[in-house]
Every structure is written in C-alpha cells, then in structure tokens.
C-alpha cells in the first residue's frame, strides 16, 4: 500500500494539467471486451508511441489485422517537439482513449499538455477524409471585460491570417508540419493574443481550410468572451490564448478551463447515440465548473502533502517511472509464452540461429508471433537486458521486423516477434523450384526495401546490423522484405560478439574484410553485406561458391565472378535464368553497378545508405567508376 502514495501525487498533479483535454469516443460503433478487434486496438496503440517518434515527420498512419477487425490508427506531434515529449505525449493519449472509451470502435484525442499531440483510431480508413464531427469546445473560466471591440478586432485578423499560413500546404506532405502555423498578435502592453492551429498532414489544402474556419465559427459563436480556449475536431485543432501555452511558445502555466461539446449539425444523426464511456461525445455537455477546480486543486494539495512524508517512496517512483512505465507494456509472462508455443514444442521449431531458437507461437487472441528463445548470455544482467530490449523496441519501420517485447524467467530471456508466414528470402531465392515466384519486379522492389530498413537502423539510434544474409531477411504476406534479429549484437553486448566462436560459414561470406580480419565494424560494414545481398538476389546463387570464368579459369566467389564480368562489360550473364529474360537490362546494370560500389575494400570507398537508395531511385543520377572489392584473389590458371 506504502507504495501507492507517489503513484498518488502523480496522478492528481497530471489531473490538474489535464483539464485542458479531452477524449472524445466517436459512437460510430462498438465491440466486444474480449474480442480480436480490442485486442488489436491495444496492439497498435501500444506501439504507436515509437511508431510516431520513429519517423522525422512526427507523423504515423498505419492499421493491423484483418477485416472485420481490422484497427486503423493514427498518430503525431506539433512540429519541433522532442521524441521524449512526443514519445510520451502519444502514449499517455493512446492510453487515455483505451480507458476512456471502453468498447468504442472510433475515437481521437488532440492532447495538450505539456505538448500537442493527437491520437485516432478507428475501425475504418480515415486516410485523407476531413472528419468534422464530433467537436469539442474548452475555453478557460475567465471572461475578459475590457476593449471587447479592439480585442475582436485584433484576435479576427490574427486568426484569419493563422487559417491562411496553416492551411497553405508546404509540399511535405507526410509531416506534421504540412498544415501547421504558431502566431502572436499584440493586443495591448505587455499583453499578446497567441493562436495555434494544426489540420491532419494527409488532408487536401482546401479541406484543412474549411476544418480551421468551422473551428473559428465555433468558438466565435459560443465562446468569444472567454479568456482563450480551443476547438478540436477529428481532422483539426485550433486553440488561441493569452498566455504562451504547450511547446509551440516558451512555457507558462495555464489557467484552469471548461469544457463544452457542440452539437452535430442537422442531419447528422451518428453522433447522437448516448454513450457511457468517460470520453466526450457530441450532444453530451461537460461542464467543470469552479467548484469543481476548487476541489481539484485542493486534492492536488492534499497529494503534495502525502508526497512530502513520503520522501523516499516519491524518488523512488521517479527514478524509474519512464523506464517501468516502457518496460511494462513490452515484458510477457513466462506462462503466456510458454503457451503460446505449447511448451516451446520441437513442432513449433521455426528453425536455430546464432543468439537463439526460434518458435512459433499463437495467443489466446489469434495473434500469432516468432519466439526467440536466447542461448545463455553470461555477465548480461537482467537491468541490461531490460533496457536494451526497450532501445531495440524503437526501431519500428515497414522494413523492420517488430520487436514486440521480451520475457524473463529465471535464466530464461526471451524476445518475442511479429510473425511472418512466407519464411525467409533464401528459401525462394537459392531453392531452383521456387526462384521463378521472384521476378524482377519484385527482387527490385527487394532490394530497394531492404536499403531503406537499413537506412532507418543507421538513421535511428545508430544501430549497426552486423547480421546481414538473405536467411534474415524475412518475407510477409506480400512478399515484402523486413530485417529480422534486430539488435542482436546490441542485446548480447559487442565484448561477447567479437569473442563469439559461432559465427557460422553463413555469416562469414558476408563479412567486410575490415570486420572478418580485425573486429573492426562501421555503417559501412553493413553497406558491404548489402551489396553481396543484391549480386545474391540478380543472380540467384549464394556468394560462398565457387565460380568459373571458363572451362582453364577459376573466378572465385561471387563477388570476384561478378568483378570479371563487369571488367569484360558481360555484367547480364549474372542475372538469374529463372527470370526467363523478363528484366530491364539497364536497371539490372545499375544494380550491379551499385552492388560493386557497396563490396569495395576501402570502406571510406563505398557510399552511405542515403546515396545508395539515390542511386536506386533516380536513373539520373551518375555512378562513379567501382574500385578493387574486398578478397579479390589472384586468379589460379589450370
């Protein structure tokens, strides 16, 4: 019980600042409690946090699962927010809409404090569609009494010009920042009118416009006397102060305000139903009122006294409340694993791999996931472990394979994965029966995910793969590519990767010379494995064989083979037959010519992620002359 005193003063202080909130459930539908769609709802949102500050827009639109239960989501933050700001303004938006709106199928949130972030989701596509309903209206409780004229005056010209720069697309279209403008007006001396508006990035210029100008009528027409407030609506945001509030401005603190729902214009009838959720549905009028403060702030007074015998208790709650709170939401219980895969059964094998086992496992919910089971990891602390896996946990990209938590039981440590049914690339691409499923529209379109995976690991904590092989590389429903064992080296601790005796043959043939011959690793080691993967994937053939020129002329491995050619400008007698011809030679040239520049021994030779996907993309672009690669040998005469 001792325990629940600091989680106490928490909780009543954030209350406090949440007043200028509010989640609002949509009544568009509802499910079941214990249902699929529940279930992937909590999925989602639970990862949307890292989803959102994963990407440099600020801004994720994504869905999961399968129709009906299908969950759409969406998350971002205001322009120049922090990832820690982000990060947690999302998660506690994410978590405020699961709470509050119960067995909801649609609900969104625009969260305020202590920086603006918005949350949706929903049980259908809302992808570039202007949603105006249901508004909410907060204004603050106090009502201005002077220079009414000269302040409406000031305050329509202020918001007419925010409308105009906000709504004015600025051809970024999947940022956060595309309909977004922070502005200040002077009204009087010493005093500034501060108005911020936002519309959804994925909206058109013409529909963010008509969204803000609504929200200005809005307020207008109910509300112009109060002392600053705010309008919401699913696709867009307006709040207006008179003091600097959130971070689009230097911090203040906020006066207290209330809260009001508008009304569904005529006719429309799918806001009307009664909801007994927490959140805020239109039709229903919240009101907290100045009894209501005063109560509030009384208990939030009544916290910092409890906080204050409790010294101990509250450090101790803030020492770890970012880190628990992560690491909470991504730890698995031994039992619901060991379940999952029926007792890590030889049946649920999926295969071995240098750090681990790997079984498939399904959840009582459907959800089926990859299990990897660690091999022991001696001197790896459990704290360690923890706080890797988290770091690991935030590398989420369409071309990533998702980490979603970890389990630890005793000795046990054990990571746990979304699961991908069409296996791994090598099991098409070296099997002679199978080649033919990977034309060349596909094994480029390939090769062109795998490099923007890789230039999200380099981009996104730095993180080096060091594991690159097509048997890590894994294929979803659509044949899509995604890394796989991210952060292995990381998990396990470099000291005990360099000291490993089981890199196996696999591994060793995508080595760079720098990292085979002396442990030295860069980004540019992961640029000399992507470029055997590429030769790997044009020719079908695994980079370890043994290649002739001719009948007297001994080549040696791939990478050599494919040197040979190019320098006797027969580069296309690489490509893989199982393709039947049906290739543009000139995109297949290009890619060889890119796989030669990324397998050069000088590692200060081959180019960076962001030149290579350049190099892919644009047919403009001019390639320089390859260099000598890597373990070239001298060629053997018979």
């Keep these: 019980m001792m325990s629940l005193f600091p989680r106490l003063c928490f909780v009543l202080i954030s209350f406090s600042v949440a007043l200028v909130s509010a989640q609002t459930c949509m009544n568009k539908g509802y499910f079941s409690s214990n249902g699929t769609y529940n279930a992937n709802r909590r999925l989602i949102l639970s990862f949307l946090p890292s989803n959102v500050t994963a990407q440099d827009a600020f801004f994720y639109n994504g869905s999961i699962g399968q129709e009906p239960n299908r969950v759409y989501a969406r998350g971002m933050c205001i322009p120049g927010s922090t990832s820690y700001d982000c990060y947690h303004c999302i998660k506690t938006a994410s978590g405020g809409l699961i709470q509050s709106c119960p067995n909801q199928t649609d609900a969104y949130w625009w969260r305020v404090e202590p920086t603006l972030c918005h949350v949706r989701y929903s049980n ?3 992808s570039g569609s202007a949603d105006l309903n249901p508004r909410v209206v907060l204004t603050n409780i106090g009502d201005l009494t002077s220079n009414l004229t000269e302040f409406t005056k000031i305050w329509e010209h202020l918001v007419a010009r925010v409308i105009v720069v906000a709504s004015t697309p600025k051809n970024i279209p999947f940022s956060s920042n595309n ?3 922070a502005n200040i007006e002077s009204f009087e001396a010493f005093q500034n009118i501060y108005a911020v508006m936002q519309c959804t990035p994925d909206l058109s210029s013409g529909d963010c416009e008509s969204c803000l100008r609504q929200n200005a009528r809005d307020y207008q027409s109910c509300c112009s006397q109060k002392k600053g407030g705010l309008v919401m609506q699913p696709s867009c945001f307006f709040r207006w102060d008179l003091y600097t509030f959130s971070k689009a401005f230097p ?14 214009p005529p006719g429309d009838s799918a806001n009307t139903n009664d909801n007994n959720s927490k959140g ?3 039709g229903i009028v919240v009101a907290i009122t100045v009894p209501t403060v005063v109560v509030v702030f009384m208990l939030v007074a009544l916290g910092f006294v409890l906080c204050l015998k409790r010294p101990s208790l509250q450090i101790l709650e803030h020492e770890s409340d970012s880190d628990v709170s992560t690491t909470n939401s991504l730890q698995f ?3 619901t694993v060991e379940a999952a895969t029926n007792k890590f059964s030889v049946n649920n094998k999926l295969g071995e791999g240098r750090f681990g086992d790997v079984y498939k496992g399904k959840f009582p919910n459907g959800t089926e996931v990859a299990v990897k089971r660690l091999y022991e990891m001696s001197g790896k602390d459990t704290r360690k472990f923890r706080n890797e896996v988290v770091l690991v946990s ?24 979304e699961f991908l049914p069409n296996k791994s690339l090598d099991y098409y691409l070296f099997d002679p029966e199978k080649q033919g499923q990977l034309d060349w529209t596909r094994r480029n379109k390939i090769i062109g995910e795998i490099a923007q995976g890789i230039l ?5 904590l730095t993180v080096i793969y060091r594991e690159f092989k097509a048997s890590n590389i ?3 429903d659509d044949m899509n590519p995604k890394i796989s064992d991210l952060g292995m080296a990381t998990i396990f601790g470099m000291e005990e990767t360099r000291g490993n005796t089981k890199w196996n043959a696999e591994t060793l043939v995508y080595m760079s010379p720098e990292f085979a011959m002396h442990g030295k690793f860069s980004m540019k080691t992961d640029v000399y494995s992507f470029g055997i993967l590429i030769l790997e994937i044009i020719s079908g053939k695994k980079n370890s064989c043994l290649y002739h020129m001719d009948e007297n002329t001994t080549a040696g491995n791939l990478v050599t083979y494919v040197w040979r050619l190019w320098r006797n400008g027969s580069q296309l007698e690489l490509v893989d037959p199982a393709m039947g011809g049906n290739y543009k030679s000139n995109e297949v040239t290009r890619c060889i010519h890119i796989a030669l520049l990324c397998v050069q021994e000088n590692p200060e030779d081959r180019p960076m992620l962001s030149t290579i996907i350049t190099m892919l993309t644009s047919n403009t672009t001019i390639l320089p002359v390859p260099r000598l690669p890597g373990f070239f040998p001298q060629i053997r005469h018979n």
């Design 456 to 460: 999200h690991l380099h981009s996104h």
């Design 124 to 126: 259908s596509s809302f």
């Design 394 to 417: 935030k590398l989420q990209h369409k071309n990533l394979v998702r980490l979603l938590g970890f389990c630890l039981q005793g000795e046990e440590k054990i990571l746990i994965y």
């Design 333 to 335: 219980q031994y039992k």
């Design 474 to 476: 894994l294929l979803d």
């Design 280 to 282: 805020i549905s239109a």
């Design 251 to 264: 911090v203040a603190s906020p006066p207290p305000m209330s809260i009001r729902s508008l009304p569904p």
């Design 179 to 181: 309909y977004y403008t």
